[in-house]
Structure formats: structure tokens, C-alpha cells
């Protein structure tokens, strides 16, 4: 039997008009085991560099979860802090990738987000997500916190918001919620209306000027060059904490309940 944390898959479809379709897809929720996330930051680079890419569309596929973060399975298996820091650096690598890419990043987020997901819908310069797609950072109570994608999910919603959902880590927020904070730009009573509104943004989006909306996107995130050693700092802080008795029987419980 296949190791679960090496399951799953990441995949690019480029259009003619310049649309780079980036799918990724995990078994266990859409969760993201550290090849996954090496995945998605080879992807998130190599379309960058790649001339005939005008913007990404980011989604998950096949389960009517986006993203359930980490891999729970890879964070039992931790056993010492390099594996830890490792593994926690995976979700810094994907964010500073999609940051410097170069090309506008657009979200699709059609169900739930939790923890790295909702680092993940942050790291878009729009996103666009239904009525499903409620969020929540669970990380507090696995003994750790949303240090990595903490930066990402601040400079969307804020301090007193990302405050709120750091220290709630059972509670739901609505995707009514995510859009009231900045997370979403809009919410869709359905799938259906948000990939209609999709398909119709992202032909908009190829018809610009690529070297206006890459100037563009540097402007969005002015102010984050630093992250290239913030976000690992704070992956070797979640590392650490990874390691305590607290977090290994809370992943332990969890794993059982499920």
C-alpha cells in the first residue's frame, strides 16, 4: 500500500489564451503532504518563467474540500526539528512562490479552508470562492499556530480578524465572513456561478497587457520582500512546537476520531 503522503497530485493546463490552469488534488481532503507543496512551488516558478502564461488560476480537484492544510499524516511523522522545519517550509515556499511569480494569481475556492488552505486562498492576488467555502485555522489546537501563512492571512484580513480566527481554531467562518474581511473578493451562491464568473474574469484578465498586470502585481506586494526569510523563521518556530508532547497527542487524538 502507497505511502498516503505520497499520493495525491499537481497539475498544469495552459490555454490558448495565455489561462495556466494549476490543479492540485489529495485523497485525504486535498490535505498537502510536503511533495505536494514542493510540487506546487516547482509549478508556481516554472509558470513564471514561462512567456505564454498570462495569469494562473489556482484550484483543488475531485473532493468538496479546497484544502485541509497540512498533512496530519506527515506531522505525526515528525521526529525532529529539521524534519519539522522541513516540512512547515514546504507552505513558506509555495506562498514566496506564488509572491514572486510575476503573473496575477486568481483563487478558486470551492469549498472549505482550513489552516495552510486558507494561507493558500491568502497568497492569491483575487480570489473567488461559493457559499461553501467556509474557513478556519485549526493550528492552535494541534499546540502549534498559523505562523507561516500568518503573514499572508494578516495582510488580507487584517490583525484583529486574523487575530480572531488564530485563536478560534474550532470555529467555522463563513465565506460571507472571508468576503466581509478582504479574504474574498466575491462568494457565489454555487459552483456552477463561480466557475461562470471565473471563466469570465480570467478571459478579461488574458486580454490586459502582461507587463502591466506583472507591474501590477508587483505593486500588490510591495512591502513582503522580507518574507523570503520571514516565512522560514516562522516555519522553524512551528517546527519546534510540532514537537511537543502537546501537539503529538493532539494529532494522535485526531487521527483516531477521524
Known amino acids: 500500500m502507497m505511502d498516503i503522503t505520497q499520493q495525491g497530485y499537481v497539475q498544469t493546463d495552459i490555454s490558448d489564451h495565455g489561462l495556466a490552469t494549476l490543479t492540485f488534488y489529495h485523497p485525504n481532503h486535498n490535505s498537502l503532504p510536503g511533495k505536494l507543496l514542493g510540487e506546487l512551488t516547482g509549478a508556481f516558478q516554472t509558470l513564471g518563467q514561462d512567456s505564454a502564461v498570462k495569469v494562473i488560476l489556482l484550484q483543488s480537484a475531485e473532493h468538496k474540500t479546497f484544502c485541509a492544510g497540512a498533512s496530519f ?94 485563536l478560534s481554531p474550532a470555529e467555522w467562518q463563513t465565506a460571507s465572513w472571508a468576503k466581509e474581511k478582504g479574504l474574498f473578493q466575491e462568494s457565489f451562491d454555487s459552483v456552477e456561478q463561480l466557475d461562470a464568473y471565473i471563466g469570465h474574469f480570467t478571459a478579461q484578465l488574458c486580454s490586459y497587457s502582461v507587463e502591466a498586470l506583472g507591474e501590477l502585481k508587483k505593486i500588490f506586494w510591495q512591502g513582503t520582500e522580507h518574507w523570503e526569510t520571514l516565512l522560514y523563521e516562522r516555519a522553524a518556530l512551528s517546527g519546534r512546537l510540532a514537537l511537543s508532547d502537546f501537539t503529538k497527542n493532539a494529532i494522535a487524538a485526531f487521527k483516531k476520531g477521524s
Do not use: W
Not at 92 to 104: D, F, L, Q, T
Not at 132 to 140: D, G, H, N, Q, T
Open 73 to 166: 499524516d506527515e506531522l505525526a511523522s515528525i521526529q525532529d526539528f529539521e524534519t519539522g522545519h522541513r516540512f512547515f517550509s514546504g507552505f513558506g515556499n509555495v506562498i514566496n512562490a506564488m509572491r514572486s511569480c510575476g503573473k496575477i494569481v486568481v483563487g478558486r475556492i470551492h469549498g472549505k479552508a482550513v489552516g495552510g488552505g486558507v494561507g493558500l486562498a491568502a497568497a492569491t492576488d483575487y480570489c473567488l470562492a461559493s457559499l461553501y467555502a467556509s474557513v478556519r485555522l485549526s493550528e492552535l489546537a494541534v499546540g502549534f499556530g498559523p505562523f507561516v501563512i500568518g503573514p499572508a492571512v494578516e495582510r488580507k484580513v487584517g490583525l484583529a480578524a486574523f487575530s480572531q480566527m488564530a
